[in-house]
């Protein structure tokens, strides 16, 4: 693969599949809430890959996509310059905000260090039911904005995504949450929400199982066979989603 192509992939999963993840980790985490109970900020990533924006509210975080109004503003510079920021070798540039900065250096850096503890969690947390369902959940969230990464902006991605027909697939877990994949001339966006109308659908029986098949615990012909997944609509759909979600753990790795 071309290595300018995989490194500005991979900022873009960084930051619009992992940092987006963000937004559910203080309904699950009562660390993050506490952490954030009082904060008002919101910080700008400006990248060119993607700029994005994450508003923290008084213990919640909601994700946008762009730039906007904002406290802080975080420049880097090449898709590099982000994957070095999210493996801990690297800075932002502040062009706003400069007397935020520890801000960043503490609170902000506890939260994404919370983040990680939950997206690489070890084997003593995942015994925890309550942590492992929220890992579930997360890595649910994560992969499917991932594989809407790799599909517009991976070189084998958008392959597989150019060959799935027009629609919307539901990616979902049974009383639990609910997600939509569209795809849209090869290009795919992802909403948190159930599709009405979809062509395709992947269903986990209960969000345990989607966490051990995400995890590579349980191969999904396994799942399958177990009835832990449910596949319903248009089967091609279905076969190059499942391409895709398999060159996410590449990039979440």
Do not use: C
């Not at 880097?76 to 520890?102: E, M, Q, R, W, Y």
């Not at 579930?136 to 958008?158: C, P, R």
């Not at 609509?233 to 398999?246: A, F, H, T, V």
Request: charged letters at 20%.
């Amino acid at each position: 693969m071309d290595q300018a192509t995989d490194q500005k992939t991979l900022a873009r999963v960084n930051l619009n599949a992992v940092f987006r993840t963000l937004e559910l980790l203080p309904d699950y985490d009562d660390q993050t809430r506490q952490l954030l109970n009082g904060v008002s900020e919101i910080i700008q990533f400006t990248t060119p890959p993607s700029t994005i924006r994450l508003a923290i509210h008084d213990g919640t975080i909601t994700f946008h996509p762009g730039s906007g109004p904002n406290t802080m503003n975080l420049v880097l510079p090449t898709a590099k310059a982000v994957n070095k920021l999210f493996d801990g070798s690297g800075t932002p540039i502040p062009v706003k905000g400069l007397t935020k900065i520890k801000f960043l250096t503490g609170p902000f850096t506890q939260l994404t260090d919370r983040l990680t503890e939950y997206l690489r969690p070890s084997q003593a947390n995942l015994a925890d039911p309550e942590f492992s369902r929220a890992n579930s959940a997360m890595t649910l969230h994560v992969a499917a904005y991932a594989l809407a990464e790799i599909g517009n902006s991976d070189k084998q991605g958008k392959l597989n995504a150019a060959r799935i027909p027009d629609g919307d697939i539901l990616l979902a877990v049974t009383d639990g949450p609910q997600l939509t994949v569209r795809a849209r001339g090869g290009h795919l966006s992802v909403r948190r929400e159930a599709a009405t109308g979809w062509r395709a659908k992947m269903v986990f029986a209960d969000i345990d199982s989607a966490g051990q098949i995400l995890r590579g615990e349980m191969s999904s012909y396994a799942a399958i066979g177990k009835g832990l997944i449910e596949l319903g609509g248009l089967i091609p759909m279905l076969d190059e989603l499942n391409k895709l979600l398999g060159l996410v753990p590449k990039y979440l790795s």
